[in-house]
């Protein structure tokens, strides 16, 4: 039960955040460009996302269960490695906040002042900001979503956590007509980073022929021990942080 | 730079990030375990290896970061 519960949390929250980030460019696009365009260009992203889950899903079966599991291990591994080290760094105050007020701003800024250009009776610069922006986000979330639900069997929890996320976040959306500055982005991104990370070595660990203590139970071992880790090295950080912006008492001589 | 450079640019993004040296940590942590695995059951060995690699990493960025001002307001970041 615990890993099926991880999946899906896990696959929820790794989608938000991208569709939180691909929202902000959509909404941008859409209220100064106007929707039509970015309408086709979501839509255009989301066929393209379709079809490489149709090539992916079918491809994957086919690869040896041990294998799949190095290399999904090996995947997560060094995506949750990254998404976790940059959470560390925006925590400890060394690296700045994602700030999607920010980023909204800017990119309605760079809409308003981009040339008109019509092409297939389609505003162009709109349809191709909103397909790329969705797409690039997009396909972070499918290698997630595969990457969670392949090795364990869990495709489908993993696909319903993301279809959940997507429902949620475009609700959201909809409903406040503004980037959603207020979801915690930086804190979602420290736990989705633990959870990708565990995930990697105990699918990696499995994978290369460890036998975890307590089984499934492990993982949950796994998320606590890179809790504590990660909460260390953001201590360890700030104080460190804290030292040097402190100013050296400069010595007068009477 | 041509579409297959932006092509292979773009997944050495995604895969592997801005710590090239992450990746290495991670693919030898494994290569170590699967050597060990053979006749033992290291499966402390994986968790601690990748806390190493991630506290090395972060401290190597951390280092090469340009301190930020303490009044400094947030900016754009991915």
Known sequence: MTPQVLVVLGAFLASAVEMVEALTIVLAVGMTRGWRSVAVGVGAAFVALGALIAALGPALTQIPIEALRIVVGAVLLTFGLQWLRKAILRAAGVRALHDEEEIYAREVEESRHAAPTTRARLDWYAFTLAFKGVLLEGLEVVFIVVSFGSTGGHLGLAAAGAGAALVVVATAGALVHRPLSRVPENSLKFTVGIMLTSFGVFWGGEGVGVSWPGSDLALLGLIGFFAVVSLALVADLRRRTAVARTPTPTVTQA | ?78
């Not at chain 2, 991670?26 to 006749?39: E, P, Q, R």
């Not at chain 2, 968790?47 to 972060?58: C, D, E, H, Q, Y």
């Not at chain 2, 280092?63 to 303490?70: E, F, G, L, Q, V």
């Open chain 2, 1 to 78: 730079m041509g579409w297959l450079g932006r092509f292979a640019r773009f997944w050495y993004d995604f895969l592997v990030g801005d710590d090239w040296l992450a990746a290495v940590g991670v693919g030898v942590a494994l290569g170590a375990t699967a050597l060990l695995a053979d006749g033992h059951n290291p499966w402390w060995l994986l968790p601690v290896a990748v806390a190493t690699v991630l506290a090395v990493s972060v401290r190597r960025a951390a280092a090469s970061a340009t301190p930020r001002p303490i009044d400094a307001g947030p900016s754009a970041d991915r």
